[in-house]
C-alpha cells in the first residue's frame, strides 16, 4: 500500500511538478491551436462549452482558497485532517483538476477540455505518490492511518469533520488566491486563438466536439 518512489524534499517535488505542469500546458496549447470546435468558433455548441468552463474556473479559484484556509502552510509541520481534508487528502489538487478542466473548455471543445483535465491529473497523481513518500516518512503511522480511512483525491463526503477554528496565514491565503486568478489568464489568451483561427492566421487541422 506505501508509495515506492525514492524519498524527495518536498520543495523537489513541487519544483518538479511545476516543471511537468509547464512542459504539458506547452503540448496542450499547441493542440487547441491547431484544433477548433465543431461548428466554429460562433456556434451555440462553442459558446455552451466555454460558460462550462467559466464556471469550472470559478469554481476551482474559490475552492483552492478554501482549502489553503485548513492547510495554511502546515503540510509539513502536522497532519491536517478537518474540513475538506477530512473528505480527501488532496481537496487542493481536486480544485485545481476542476480549473484545468476550464481552462482547457476555453477552447470551445470538450475534447481539449478532457485532455487538460487528463494531463492536471497524471501529473498530480505522480507529485502526489511522492508527497505520500515523504509524510510518510514524517508522520509514520498517524499518516497511514489518515492514508487509510481517507481518499487520495475523489471526496467522500460521509467522512466529513470540521474545525472549531482555523488559525489563518493571509500571504498563504493570498498567494494561492492569486495563483487561482491566473486560471482567468485562459480567458483572453482563447479568445486571441479564436480570433487568429477567424481570420485563417492560424490554421485548423481538425474540428473536435
Known amino acids: ?6 524519498p524527495l524534499e518536498l520543495g523537489t517535488v513541487q519544483k518538479l511538478r511545476k516543471v511537468a505542469v509547464g512542459l504539458a500546458l506547452v503540448g496542450l496549447m499547441a493542440l487547441a491551436v ?3 470546435s465543431i461548428g466554429g468558433v460562433d456556434s451555440a455548441w462553442h459558446e455552451t462549452v466555454e460558460s462550462i468552463g467559466l464556471v469550472a474556473i470559478a469554481l476551482s ?10 492547510i495554511g502552510g502546515r503540510k509539513k509541520a502536522e497532519i491536517v485532517d478537518r474540513g475538506p481534508y477530512s473528505v480527501s487528502r488532496n481537496p487542493l489538487y481536486v480544485f485545481s483538476f476542476v480549473g484545468a478542466f476550464g481552462i482547457g473548455a476555453q477552447s470551445g471543445s470538450l475534447v481539449i477540455a ?9 501529473v498530480f497523481h505522480f507529485t502526489v ?7 510518510l516518512r514524517e508522520f509514520g503511522d498517524s499518516y497511514a492511518r489518515y492514508m487509510a ?22 500571504s498563504l491565503f493570498l498567494l494561492t488566491l492569486r495563483d ?5 489568464l485562459a480567458i483572453p489568451l482563447f479568445e486571441l486563438i479564436d480570433a487568429g483561427q477567424s481570420v485563417h492566421w492560424l490554421k485548423v487541422l481538425a474540428h473536435l466536439p
Open 1 to 6: 500500500m506505501n508509495p515506492t518512489p525514492a
Open 180 to 184: 487561482g486568478l491566473v486560471f482567468l
Open 129 to 135: 505518490l511522492r508527497e505520500e513518500a515523504f509524510l
Open 149 to 170: 480511512r481517507t481518499p487520495r483525491f475523489w471526496p467522500r463526503f460521509s467522512l466529513w469533520r470540521d474545525a472549531d477554528e482555523l488559525t489563518i496565514r493571509p
Open 34 to 36: 491547431a484544433t477548433q
Open 114 to 122: 478532457a485532455a487538460f483535465l487528463a494531463a492536471a491529473v497524471l
Open 61 to 70: 479559484i474559490v475552492g483552492r482558497a478554501w482549502c489553503t484556509l485548513y
